[in-house]
Nanobody, 119 residues
Framework: QVQLVESGGGLVQAGGSLRLSCAAS????????MGWFRQAPGKERDFVAF????????YYVDSVKGRFTISRDNAKNTVYLQMNSLKPEDTAVYYC????????????WGQGTQVTVSS
């Protein structure tokens, strides 16, 4: 069982930056691939970024490439999402999720943190 708690959301002006954190419980954090997703009002939850269990591999949705960076610190059981050059269309609730190496879907989800970008 893995419990995930996001933090770091807030209100920021367009062009600004935020860093989201996702703290995980449990001793097996380093065996999980981690992802960030977001859900804007009235829309489905969408993939944003993924990092492998070792941190060697990352993937991003095209709309955030070059602006967002996903990273992890396995010693701290934490995954981060550094968001730069934020745009109003980045406004959403951001969720982190964990996927075990044998799974094809994400097994565990956090409660989400709100990010609002004003124009």
């Amino acid at each position: 069982q893995v419990q995930l708690v996001e933090s770091g959301g807030g209100l920021v002006q367009a062009g600004g930056s935020l860093r989201l954190s996702c703290a995980a419980s449990g001793r097996t954090f380093s065996t999980y691939g981690m992802g960030w997703f977001r859900q804007a009002p009235g829309k489905e939850r969408d993939f944003v970024a993924f990092i492998s269990s070792s941190g060697d591999t990352t993937y991003y949705v095209d709309s955030v490439k070059g602006r967002f960076t996903i990273s992890r610190d396995n010693a701290k059981n934490t995954v981060y999402l550094q968001m730069n050059s934020l745009k109003p269309e980045d406004t959403a609730v951001y969720y982190c999720a964990a996927r075990s190496v044998v799974a094809t879907t994400f097994d565990y989800w956090g409660q989400g943190t709100q990010v609002t970008v004003s124009s």
